[in-house]
Structures are given as C-alpha cells and as structure tokens.
T-cell receptor
Framework: EAGVAQSPRYKIIEKRQSVAFWCNPI?????LYWYQQILGQGPKLLIQ????????DSQLPKDRFSAERLKGVDSTLKIQPAKLEDSAVYLC???????????FGSGTRLTVV | AQSVTQLDSQVPVFEEAPVELRCNYS??????LFWYVQYPNQGLQLLLK??????LVKGINGFEAEFNKSQTSFHLRKPSVHISDTAEYFC????????????FGEGTQLTVNP
C-alpha cells in the first residue's frame, strides 16, 4: 500500500509569513495526526482528526496554527504568521480505526528565518 | 497524563557490540509501548510494539525490548549492532483509555562506530 504522502519536503520562509503543509494519509485510515518535531526533541502532537472531526487539538497554538480535513481524507496544516520558534519538522501520521499501527510520512522541514 | 523518559540522549558503541537504549514511562493506567527509528531526513519507522501478552517483544532488524511493569520500563536491546543501525530512536507510549495519541520521549541518538 502507498504510504503517507506529505508535501513540500522543505520550506524556508521569513518570520511573519504564512505557510501551509499538505498530508494525504493511507487510503481507508480514518485517524490522522499532525506532529511537530523540533530539532533534538521527540515529536509532539499538534492535532488529531477522526475522519473530518477534531478529536484532540489541546496542544495546537490556535492563535497562529490551524488545520483542516474537510472531506475526511487529506489534510492541511497552516501557520500564520510564522515565528522563528516554529522551525521544525512537521510529521503527518495515519491509523486505521481499531488498528495499532501508526504510519508516518517523511515530514516537511520548515525553516523560519 | 502519560510521559516518557529516555535516559540517554546519545549512545556511542562499536560495531558488533551489544547495545541497550533505556526508556521509562509514567502513567496511571495501562499502556501500550512502542519503539520507533528515524534515519536522517526520514519519517518514523516502527521497530516493535508491546500491546499485551509476552513481555519480551521482538522487532525488525534484530531488535527486541522487554516490558517491565514494576519498573515502568521498556528498554530496547540488540546483541550485535551494525553501522547501519546509526539513527535516532524514540520510545513512545499510548494509554489504553485516553484515545490514540502517542507520547514520545526525547530520543536517543545511537552512533555505531567501526
């Protein structure tokens, strides 16, 4: 089966600009996660979707971050405006309902200058 | 809320030596435990997981881990490492009763030297 697709792979923007990341999960996986991985740290959950509904966004900085999964398939994560501390790898993962396997994409590396 | 502590941020070893990467977790309920590996500029790949049953879990690439409930640990081991095992390793926990979110440790950089 195809893996979790993410784009772009790399993005460099200036602070205060906006940026969007895209994720296409494995077909049939109802649960989708966005994680932020700052250099030298473990991934931290930003938001979890079940189909097109938000299950957990308690750690999402809602003043600047937003995410959607309108049709319950692919998802976009947006940052507006970006800050220097947003420099990180943004990982998308998906999981089928009732499954124990989480499949991660290769991530988008964001550099804010 | 659950948390994960990886006790070593960096572990250098020589090729063909054994290695143990340590992981301790904290949770008030039953948990599932995972080890992931991350090669440079890549996503996370599952090495192994403990869900229930035997506390000794075997994974890919010759790795194994042992779940110790009394010590709340899930240490990763390999009897003989290769240069290709050089990577970042993450321990993760998921509580049975609080949805499906994974909480990760800070990672351990394993460097295998010739």
């Amino acid at each position: 089966e195809a893996g979790v697709a993410q784009s772009p792979r790399y993005k460099i923007i200036e602070k205060r600009q906006s940026v969007a990341f895209w994720c296409n999960p494995i077909s049939g996986h109802a649960t989708l996660y966005w994680y932020q991985q700052i250099l030298g740290q473990g991934p931290k959950l930003l938001i979890q979707f079940q189909n097109n509904g938000v299950v957990d966004d308690s750690q999402l900085p809602k003043d600047r971050f937003s995410a959607e999964r309108l049709k319950g398939v692919d998802s976009t994560l947006k940052i507006q405006p970006a800050k220097l501390e947003d420099s990180a790898v943004y990982l998308c993962a998906s999981r089928r309902t009732g499954g124990d396997g989480y499949t991660f994409g290769s991530g988008t590396r964001l550099t804010v200058v | 809320a659950q948390s994960v502590t990886q006790l070593d941020s960096q572990v250098p070893v020589f090729e063909e030596a054994p290695v143990e990467l340590r992981c301790n977790y904290s949770s008030s309920v039953s948990v599932y435990l995972f080890w992931y590996v991350q090669y440079p500029n890549q996503g996370l790949q599952l090495l192994l997981k403990y869900l229930s049953g035997s506390t000794l879990v075997k994974g890919i690439n010759g790795f194994e881990a042992e779940f110790n409930k009394s010590q709340t640990s899930f240490h990763l081991r390999k009897p003989s490492v290769h240069i290709s095992d050089t990577a970042e390793y993450f321990c993760a926990v998921r509580e049975e009763t609080s949805g499906s979110r994974l909480t990760f440790g800070e990672g351990t950089q394993l460097t295998v030297n010739p």
